[in-house]
């Protein structure tokens, strides 16, 4: 059993609290700044009011979440150069470049274009502050696509060779950046980021309909929503199953602790709940339904699951911690896909917008996005434990040399900073979103030309709208 406090459980204990922080920003900023590109181009496309107020409402929302993103992902580079030194020295000729290309690529773009979309309805053209809309939402899809390439390729590395030095160095970029596990994890997080900004929106939609259900800008927030819920929630699903049979062939020790498995099964059960002993090498209380969890996994009534104990036990992730974080992630997704098929019901039914229960499950449902994301985020980087790059160098050899007091130190101030800053950041963004968007909804673009069409056209269809971790 490692010591909780000696200098590598402390540096682990302090990236995991800097990202968790850090992580629910980018995840709602990638999807409010589509969300903010569509309502943009309904309104210059169907000339109604209420996709502009609704821009307005967000546009000051996304703009807090975007700075405050920009702002703990600073400290993450600090953070990596300061407690992971020999992490960053080995496997920077690969990973220093693809993070290069998400600053080149994504940040200035988003920076370049953050201005005019922020402050620049009246300065440009319509037509002109859509498009610098529309990039900086390309540009959150494009920083995602290289942290999550930069990610996947320490979970699954390709396209390198081992210097003599140790270092990792890249022989062929394409293999390096579409490594393995890419795809999927990039479609899984991209589609995470889209479903927590829609239950972020549904929730806030639907608090100001329980207030007052004829505001048009609340039905619009909440039918939006649930349609992103109800369409996009069974896909993330279909996408965890490519995403799980990905990992079954690349980390399967990953796999035997999600599942609680110890032992290597043919017709292995799915175990529901029970609790994984490490030391005991077994899963206490389990419950289980007999060969379901070799069917999900390969397909197969009787296809073979290996358990932990194939592996040494220096070599096996935390069961017990990713047999839960699993769980509650898989928990959320199936809370989802109700809330939208809820909302489908009453949207036959004609009451989408007169049924007070599934408005308050929907206000319930307001956090869980970001707390999927995080319990994803621990599944993921804790069941590659004990290793940075998996398979080829370990979070023991990855820890720099400094002493413990200085982690504890470092660890206990960003507790007390975070809190504070980021504590007052969450307070007013709260703040904001509790106050109900009005015809008036303070903006750029002047009340008079609000009702005006800005391109000819009759109404459309209506849209649903790792961080590299030690």
């Not at 829609?198 to 806030?204: E, I, N, Q």
């Amino acid at each position: 059993m490692p010591d909780l406090f000696d200098a590598l459980m402390l540096a682990r204990f302090q990236f995991a609290f800097v990202i968790t922080f850090h992580i629910v920003f980018p995840a709602f900023s990638i999807g409010l700044a589509s969300y903010l590109a569509v309502l943009e181009g309904l309104w210059l496309w169907t000339g109604r009011d209420v996709y502009l107020r609704v821009f307005r409402y967000w546009l000051k929302i996304f703009a807090l979440v975007f700075g405050m993103g920009v702002v703990s992902g600073v400290v993450l580079s600090y953070q990596i150069g300061t407690n992971w030194g020999p992490y960053a020295d080995r496997t920077g000729p690969i990973l220093g470049p693809l993070m290069g290309y998400e600053v080149l690529t994504a940040f200035f773009l988003e920076a370049g274009f953050l201005g005019v979309m922020l402050f620049g309805m009246n300065r440009v053209g319509r037509g002109l502050h859509f498009f610098a809309t529309t990039m900086v939402a390309v540009g959150t899809l494009i920083s995602a696509f290289w942290i999550l390439s930069a990610n996947s390729w320490m979970q699954t590395p390709a396209g390198y060779e081992i210097a003599p030095n140790g270092q990792f160095v890249p022989v062929d970029w394409w293999a390096a950046v579409f490594n393995p596990s890419f795809p999927y994890r990039l479609a899984h997080m991209v589609l995470a980021a889209y479903l927590t900004t829609a239950l972020v929106v549904g929730a806030v939609g639907a608090w100001h309909l329980l207030r007052d259900r004829e505001n048009a800008a609340a039905r619009t927030m909440f039918s939006m929503a649930m349609w992103m819920a109800a369409l996009v929630a069974p896909v993330q699903i279909v996408v965890g199953d490519f995403h799980g049979l990905n990992t079954l062939k690349h980390q399967p020790a990953k796999i035997a602790a999600m599942e609680g498995h110890f032992d290597t099964h043919r017709g292995a059960p799915l175990i529901l709940f029970g609790l994984p002993d490490m030391e005991a090498e077994t899963t206490r209380y389990a419950i289980e339904v007999p060969k379901l969890g070799s069917l999900i996994l390969t397909h197969e009534w009787d296809g073979e699951l290996k358990g932990l104990k194939e592996w040494p036990r220096q070599d096996r992730p935390n069961a017990t911690i990713v047999f839960w974080s699993f769980r509650i992630m898989v928990g959320i997704g199936v809370l989802m896909v109700m809330l939208g098929l809820w909302s489908l019901f009453g949207r036959w039914r004609g009451t989408l917008y007169r049924t007070p229960w599934l408005h308050r499950f929907a206000v319930a449902m307001g956090p869980s996005g970001f707390i999927a994301v995080i319990a994803g985020w621990v599944t993921t980087e804790v069941g590659r434990q004990p290793w940075t790059v998996y398979g080829l160098m370990r979070t023991s050899e990855s820890v720099s040399p400094i002493a413990t007091p200085a982690v504890a130190t470092s660890l206990a101030t960003f507790a007390v900073v975070y809190f504070a800053v980021f504590g007052a950041g969450v307070f007013y963004l709260l703040r904001l979103m509790r106050r109900p968007p009005s015809v008036d909804e303070p903006g750029p673009t002047p009340a008079a030309d609000v009702a005006k069409p800005a391109l000819a056209g009759g109404a459309v269809g209506r849209l649903a709208a790792g961080e590299n971790a030690p």
